[in-house]
């Protein structure tokens, strides 16, 4: 690679930050300690393909041997919750593989604590528009500076 031009570099610097920091964070690579919050955007205002976000909030399968039981495996803890039938939401049938492997895990003291913030945050989730990540593009500007 050849050496950087540090004129072309700051205009880059400076077209990323005035076009695209509000969305996409930019990482502070020397703090271990730094907080990454990823901003996400909905679909309807970033106009991309739609198909990586729908594909698997709309996608069903077979439940297979998990028919009948509650959609979370939690029944210990939530008596009422509603069963799987034959077909589900592949995202439900994950879910509760994925419950269930941290329920197993975890004491059922802590679990009890954390449980109706869980439920909440899960409810939230599957209430929010599909979105995606605007992700940290740290070295894009390099991209930008090509472009200046
Ligand atoms: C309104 C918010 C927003 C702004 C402003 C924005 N982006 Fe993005 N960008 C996104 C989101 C959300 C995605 C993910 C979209 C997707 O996956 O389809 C994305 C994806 C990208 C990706 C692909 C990243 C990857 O990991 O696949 C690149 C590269 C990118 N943006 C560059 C830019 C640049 C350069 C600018 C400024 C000129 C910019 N973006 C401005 C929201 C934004």
Not at 40 to 45: E, G, S
Request: proline letters at 6%.
């Amino acid at each position: 690679m050849p050496a950087i031009d540090q004129t072309k570099a700051q205009s880059g610097k400076a077209l990323f930050e005035t076009n695209c920091g509000n969305c996409h964070l930019t990482i502070k690579r020397d703090d271990p300690q730094r907080n990454i919050v990823a901003t996400m955007i909905p679909l309807t205002a970033i106009g991309t393909d739609r198909t990586m976000a729908t594909n698997i909030v709309t996608r069903t399968s077979k439940t297979g041997i998990l028919q009948g039981h509650p959609v979370l495996p939690l029944s210990k803890l939530v008596p009422n919750l509603d069963k799987l039938g034959s077909q589900a939401l592949t995202v439900q049938v994950v879910r509760y593989g994925v419950v269930g492997i941290l329920v197993d895990g975890l004491d059922p003291v802590i679990l009890k604590k954390g449980l109706s913030a869980f439920l909440e945050a899960a409810k939230k989730n599957a209430s929010k528009a599909p979105s995606y990540k605007a992700r940290p593009l740290n070295g894009i500007w390099a991209f930008c500076a090509i472009l200046a």
